[in-house]
């Protein structure tokens, strides 16, 4: 997720967040909190394939060494930043 897209989820939740804006320091913070909270509530579905690969809703294809997801302590894509669910 780049920058712009962050923002447009900033905007969709009807925060004020403008690059170059100059808002409070306290009520920028609470509209990040609220806005990270968003973008970290997001599930990106990962499905495990015979060639070894994990193929993830975000269109990328990620291996583990050795082990499960859950032994890997992967919690998180680490191309989204979405919550891993296993299909
Ligand atoms: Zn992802």
Partial sequence: ?????????????????EIGATYSAKG???????GVNEITDRACEWKYDDDGYFHTGC???????DGTLEDN??????????R???I
């Fill in 59 to 65: 269109n990328y294809d990620y291996a583990l060494v």
């Fill in 73 to 82: 302590r992967h919690n998180f894509c680490p191309k989204c930043g979405g």
């Fill in 1 to 17: 997720m780049n920058s712009e897209e962050i923002i447009d989820v900033f905007q969709k939740k009807g925060m004020r967040i």
């Fill in 84 to 86: 891993i669910v296993e």
């Fill in 28 to 34: 920028q913070i609470a509209q990040l909190i609220n």
